[in-house]
């Protein structure tokens, strides 16, 4: 059975800075695209930041510059360190991953959450 877990949330001041990480486990048999997307207070969920296995990056407008995602193959985690933190930034970060468990076709998986809180 696949599980993302993720770790690394917390209460951090404006300015500061945050790395979140992500470990897949389970019977996988490859990791497609992963990434990171947001949920703040009374929002939409929305996208972060994706890297696909070949390491091409993606960022919304708001973090480039500030937020940077990679990944270990192999230890099937990705990771998001965050830099200048903005009270805006405050939401729960959900992990995402795509993968493959032996055919062609991926299946889609995320994390529990973890929530970061950016406030002085």
């Known amino acids: 059975q696949v599980q993302l877990v993720e770790s690394g949330g917390g209460l951090v001041q404006p300015g500061g800075s945050l790395r979140l990480s992500c470990t897949a486990s389970g019977n996988i048999f490859a990791i497609g695209t992963m990434g990171w997307y947001r949920q703040p207070p009374g929002k939409q969920r929305e996208l972060v930041a994706t890297?696909?296995?070949?390491?091409?990056?993606n960022y919304v407008d708001s973090v480039k510059g500030r937020f940077t995602i990679s990944r270990d193959n192999a230890k099937n985690t990705v990771y998001l360190q965050m830099n200048s933190l903005k009270p805006v930034d405050t939401a729960v970060y959900y992990c995402?991953?795509?993968?493959?468990?032996?055919?062609?076709?991926?299946?889609?998986?995320w994390g529990q959450g973890t929530q970061v809180t950016v406030s002085s």
């Open positions: 890297i696909t296995n070949g390491v091409s990056t």
């Open positions: 995402y991953a795509q993968i493959y468990l032996g055919d062609p076709t991926y299946r889609e998986y």
